[in-house]
């Protein structure tokens, strides 16, 4: 399982290291903000739209999900905030805040090493 995990987070790191490599940074305005129920916890779901540097216009959701890293007025629609996306795909764009992009897949990868070490010991 720690293997697995591992395999998992590594994989991930990975992605968001070459996304970040690649990536365009622009701005993005908040178009709408709503709320989703989770399995466990309520998440704030952005619609934001931005315009390539092909002047194309795009929209994406952000779910912000329990770890939150904007604050309500970070987040109020009409909001420009910086956005980061792939040129040869710009469905897939993200915001640009750095914990928001690494947390998952450090977390993923810090688990598995740990699940991993653990069930060596064991």
């Known amino acids: 399982m720690g293997l697995l995990l591992l395999a998992g987070g590594i ?9 970040s490599q690649r990536a365009v940074q622009t701005q993005g305005e908040i178009i709408q903000r709503y709320y989703e129920q989770g399995a466990r916890s309520r998440l704030t779901v952005l619609v934001i739209k ?11 959701k952000e779910s912000l999900g329990t770890l939150n890293f ?11 905030i910086p956005v980061v996306y ?4 710009p469905t897939n764009a993200r915001l640009r805040l750095r914990s928001q992009v690494w947390v998952g897949p450090v977390a993923l990868t810090v ?5 991993f070490v653990i069930s060596f010991a064991a």
């Open 11 to 19: 994989y991930w790191l990975m992605n968001t290291f070459r996304f």
């Open 50 to 60: 931005f315009r390539t540097s092909e002047d194309e216009e795009r929209q994406f």
């Open 70 to 80: 904007l604050d309500a007025t970070e987040s109020e629609v009409g909001r420009m």
């Open 86 to 89: 792939d040129p040869d795909n």
């Open 111 to 115: 688990l598995g090493l740990i699940v």
